[in-house]
């Protein structure tokens, strides 16, 4: 029987409105499946007065009859977990039916996040710019084959001994370099609580998935931050420890390549960034910037941390579409430009004497980075939040959507103009 198997990848640094983008596209899918990442993301769908922001959870939990993978490549915490599921429940939305959790995914213990916060203060000014949810040390605990993964909850002969181990592992470190109190043993009593409330989500989610395949079901992956945090081809080492990318979405939900038919990738209007690390389009005059970021409601959905914002970067897009293959485009928030008389647009970078149209993010941590060449783009100075169809859009509107296509080789597919559900463009 015919299937389909979608990626949908964020292609700059997170928080593109990847959220919504999934909302959409959960009509019509069997599954949806979060490959990688953990509680450091958060997607966002609006509907009607109600706004929902998922950490954990696939945003197809919104969409009833939707069967919910949280894959192997995630780090999930108990805790944030079922936190997030009652919310949900309380909201009428049922989960305990339809939520299923890989048994090899890594679980984020409390120390993780108590390992989080000292690392970043130990690096000064040199920190990332991390969430502080344990997602690094979880995922260095997990190559390093010391981590604990979800199936292990059900171990239960096993499963205080290997909390108890790793505990007074981190807590030789905590003593011996933090030089700080060591964690206590209560710790240990909350993730055996919280794995006698999880154990029922435990399930082969392989088997699971191919053989919703082999009987024709659709199967749509999530992917959380975007390509330019990649562990390795994002702007290292101010990157998330995990693989967003397309490639990642079958390393992290146990799919091979070949079954892959849509690779859809999301872009904002113009470009974001929480946290520290290079961003060659960031608006450089402070006022602009700061009014920019209220009018846009740039605040991070999981730290409610200022996003900094500049416009559009096309070298980066094209890199990203390159490295993801995407098929389609996702663009969202062509309404915060609404009204603007200029818009700005990267096209390419210059270097010495070498222009770039396709730029790899890793060489923008370089002692030479490249410097931003601009074109100017007339706005449209009129509201785009009403239009639902591609015709409806401002000829300038269009013009813009236009120029995004070329420089990323990609066809835009889907236009959010405005955070409702509603509020979208389908081509």
Known sequence: ??????????????????????????????????????????????????????????????????????????????????????????SGIEVGARLRISRAAHVILPWHRELDQLNEAAKGDSFIGTTGRGIGPTYSHKYARTGLRFGQLAETATLRERLQTQLAEVNRLLTRVHQIE????????????????????????????????????????????????????GTYPYVTSSNPTSGG??????????????????????NTRVGEGPFPTEFSDVDFARNFQEQAGEYGATTGRLRRCGWFDGPLARFACRLNG???????????????????????????????????????????????????????????????TFSELPDAARRYVARIEEICETPVKLLSVGPGREELIRR
Not at 58 to 74: A, E, R
Not at 331 to 339: E, G, M, N, R, S
Not at 352 to 379: I, K, M, N, Q, W
Request: hydrophobic residues 40%; glycine residues 10%; aromatic residues 6%.
């Open 1 to 90: 029987m015919a299937y389909e198997v979608a990626v949908l990848t964020g292609l700059q640094w997170g928080d593109e409105g990847k959220g919504k983008i999934v909302d959409a596209l959960s009509n019509g899918m069997d599954a949806t499946v979060r490959y990688q990442g953990g509680p450091n993301a958060g997607h966002t769908v609006v509907v009607g007065n109600v706004k929902t922001v998922l950490h954990h959870l696939p945003t197809g939990i919104l969409h009833s009859g939707v069967v919910c993978v949280i894959g192997n490549g995630v780090v999930l915490d108990p805790q944030s977990l079922l936190e997030e599921i009652r919310m949900l429940e309380q």
């Open 182 to 233: 060591p964690l206590q043993e209560d710790l240990i009593e909350q993730v055996l609580e919280q794995a006698e409330l999880l154990r029922p989500f435990s399930c082969d989610t392989f088997t699971l998935l191919h053989n919703m395949m082999r009987a024709g079901k659709n199967i749509l992956l999530e992917g959380a931050q975007g390509a330019l945090l990649d562990i390795d081809h």
């Open 249 to 270: 979405a079958c390393v992290g939900a146990g799919l091979p390549p070949g079954v892959v038919g849509r690779v859809i990738g999301v872009l904002k209007a113009y």
């Open 326 to 388: 995407t098929t389609e485009l996702a663009l969202t928030k062509l309404d915060v430009l609404d009204d603007m008389a200029e818009i700005q647009f990267c096209s390419s970078y210059r270097q010495e004497d070498t222009l770039y149209d396709c730029f790899p993010p890793s060489e923008l941590a370089g002692d030479h980075r490249p410097e931003p060449v601009y074109e100017t783009l007339p706005g449209w100075q009129s509201s785009t939040r009403a239009a639902r």
